[in-house]
């Protein structure tokens, strides 16, 4: 049932244009765009070495945050979460399905986003497990939150939040702007947010070849503890 489930959300989100359009090519544009152009001062070394890994955490606040906040909130807003809880897929399946779903996604985004990156270039370092591990534990913060908004605003204030914060974090959270642009104390209270965070993470990793980066991973797990707490003492499912 889990699976099925899962196999209708993955069809469901790929078939929704603006799903669509949010988690793969809005990435695939950006990165390709800085990478070939000389329109930002990304420091030393090849810009698509730099761009990838905040395109990467990119992807995943685009699908574990922005996506499944506006689609779990419309689908409650529509009364289909109340109407799967009366089937034999218990909630917890549900759950489970929608976090397949996100993997699965988050999954299909890695490959195109390396692919076009190593078309351009890319020489990625370190160890890829780290990188996955890094990319799990940013789905899981990123999730708590997305349910969170989902499960406690309007549809219609969800849909607005979600990509409004899609939009700041993408210009503040170091993912094409590298925050030593900021100045000090702006950038040390940027270096908490969770898109900062991955994105740091994985240039530790797949950029200057580090094993798992202790920083990164400890700001992750205090969102995600915090986002799935918040998630599941607040979530209304009607």
């Not at 990165?31 to 992807?59: H, N, Q, W």
């Not at 240039?203 to 200057?208: F, G």
Request: glycine share 10%.
């Amino acid at each position: 049932m889990i699976l099925a489930q899962t196999g209708y959300e993955v069809r469901t989100l790929l078939r929704n244009g603006e799903q669509l359009l949010l988690t793969m090519i809005i990435p695939v544009v950006l990165l390709t765009l800085f990478s070939a152009t000389s329109l930002l001062d990304l420091g030393p070394g090849d810009r698509v070495d730099f761009l990838t890994p905040g395109i990467l955490a990119l992807a995943v606040m685009s699908t574990a945050f922005t996506g499944q906040a506006i689609g779990t909130g419309f689908e409650r807003r529509y009364g289909v979460l109340k109407r799967l809880g009366a089937t034999p897929l218990p909630r917890a399946g549900l759950i489970a399905a929608k976090t397949l779903t996100v993997i699965a996604v988050e999954a299909l985004q890695a490959i195109v986003i390396c692919a076009v990156a190593f078309a351009l270039g890319w020489e990625p370092h370190g160890d890829p497990l780290a990188a996955v591990a890094l990319i799990l534990l940013g789905t899981a913060a990123f999730s708590g939150f997305g349910l969170l908004m989902a499960g406690t605003l309007r549809a219609e204030t969800t849909l607005a939040a979600a990509n409004l914060v899609y939009i700041l974090l993408l210009a503040v959270g170091g993912v094409v702007f590298p925050l030593d642009e900021f100045p000090s104390g702006v950038r040390s209270a940027l270096e908490l947010l969770p898109i900062s965070a991955l994105a740091d993470g994985l240039r530790q990793v797949l950029q200057d070849g580090a094993g798992l980066p202790g920083g990164p991973l400890l700001v992750l797990a205090v969102w995600a503890v915090a986002g799935l707490a918040l998630a599941a003492r607040f979530f209304k499912w009607e």
